[in-house]
């Protein structure tokens, strides 16, 4: 079972920018290979930070709306929310250690 919360259009406003803790979305898509070098990293910092940042990811291929609302042209795209606002975007595949730093920002 993941940690890592589904995100779509719909249920985007509700647990992302309503959200009472800080959040991160991954944007992927299935045919993306640098989004599958960045799904684990993903996956171990949702367990490694649960309770304390919300951390979903919304494939871009299904959801159209939430992807074009944010300018997202380039996938992986990981944005990093506090209190409703874009706090960081990081656009590529980085490593872990990259991607944790940014998070620790956000607490």
């Known amino acids: 079972m993941s940690d890592v919360l589904e995100v779509t259009d719909n249920n ?3 647990e992302i920018m309503n959200s009472d803790i ?3 979305v991954d944007f992927w898509a299935e045919w993306c290979g640098p ?3 960045v799904s684990p990293a993903v996956e171990e910092l949702a367990q490694e930070y649960k309770g304390r940042i919300k951390i979903g990811s919304m494939d871009v291929d299904g959801n159209r709306n939430t992807p ?3 300018g997202i042209r380039n996938i992986p795209t990981l944005i990093l929310f506090k209190g409703g606002e874009v706090a960081q ?3 590529g595949a ?3 250690g990259h991607i944790e730093e940014e998070l620790k ?3």
Do not use: N, Q, S, V
Request: charged share 30%.
């Open 12 to 14: 985007f406003d509700e």
């Open 22 to 24: 800080p959040a991160m």
């Open 35 to 37: 989004c599958k070098m």
């Open 68 to 70: 074009g609302r944010f």
């Open 89 to 91: 975007t990081i656009i």
């Open 94 to 96: 980085h490593p872990k």
């Open 105 to 107: 920002k956000l607490l």
